[in-house]
């Protein structure tokens, strides 16, 4: 089984700061074929369903405003986001699709 | 639009069974492959079971494997998870969701979900 590892578990940011957010995957998650990284971020506010931010490791879901960003490669994957509004207050998960599926722990992001 | 609205969550004892429901509107229901997501209070997100497009092929997390049982009616839009054997553990809020627009044919990130249903399994 594929086990994603998020760090840090959270985060207290100031308005307008740059928030990173790093998972590590215990195994390659990468197609082949479609040269495709089979990783997702999502966004869970309190008492909501997630909501996909990011897929194939960059791709920015539609109508995920432009300050959220992924990346990486290999085993190790970035959520960035770029100046921290105070809507963007969450937990965010990444998720591989690979080999099954699975989730990392979350990470939680707080406004100081 | 697209939506998927759970039903069929409650209190039920250990031992109990329970079967939940998923209602899909506003996409080719049949054309898409199935999940569900489960979330113990206060906890993390765990996948549970996917279901292809056809129901002919279906996949579960090893700590479901053998009690639980999701399948599909495509006629009438539903996905459903027929959960046996429920031990306190089981108790979450269960999702469904599905890969619509982000996939590559079939496989995909999930960028449609339900609200959930809330399973409790106690005595």
């Known amino acids: 089984d594929i086990v994603m590892t998020q760090s840090p578990d959270s985060l207290a940011l100031s308005l307008g700061e740059r928030a990173s957010i790093n998972c590590k995957s215990s195994?390659?998650?990468?197609?082949?074929?479609?040269?495709?990284?089979?990783l997702a971020w999502y966004q869970q506010k309190p008492g909501q369903p997630p909501k996909l931010l990011i897929y194939?490791?960059?791709t920015r879901e539609s109508g995920v405003p432009d300050r959220f960003s992924g990346s990486g490669s290999g085993t190790d994957f970035t959520l960035t986001i770029s100046s921290v509004q105070a809507e963007d207050v969450a937990v965010y998960y990444c998720?591989?699709?690979?080999?099954?599926?699975?989730f990392g722990q979350g990470t939680k992001l707080e406004i100081k | 639009e697209v939506q998927l609205v759970e039903s069929g969550g409650g209190l039920v004892q250990p031992g109990g069974s329970l079967r939940l429901s998923c209602a899909a509107s506003?996409?080719?229901?049949?054309?898409?492959?199935m999940h569900w997501v489960r979330q113990a209070p206060g906890k993390g997100l765990v996948w549970v079971s996917r279901?292809?497009?056809?129901?002919?092929?279906?996949f579960y997390a090893d700590s479901v494997k053998g009690r639980f049982t999701i399948s599909r009616d495509n006629a009438k839009n539903t996905l459903y998870l027929q959960m046996n054997s429920l031990i306190v553990e089981d108790t979450a809020v269960y999702f469904c969701?599905?890969?619509?627009?982000?996939?590559?044919?079939?496989?995909?990130?999930?960028?449609?979900w339900g609200r959930g249903t809330m399973v409790t399994v106690s005595s």
């Open positions: 998720q591989q699709y690979f080999n099954s599926y699975s």
């Open positions: 506003g996409f080719t229901f049949s054309g898409h492959w």
């Open positions: 194939w490791a960059s």
């Open positions: 279901i292809n497009r056809d129901g002919s092929s279906t």
């Open positions: 195994q390659h998650i990468l197609y082949g074929p479609n040269n495709k990284h089979y």
């Open positions: 969701a599905s890969p619509i627009f982000s996939t590559d044919g079939a496989n995909g990130a999930f960028d449609f």
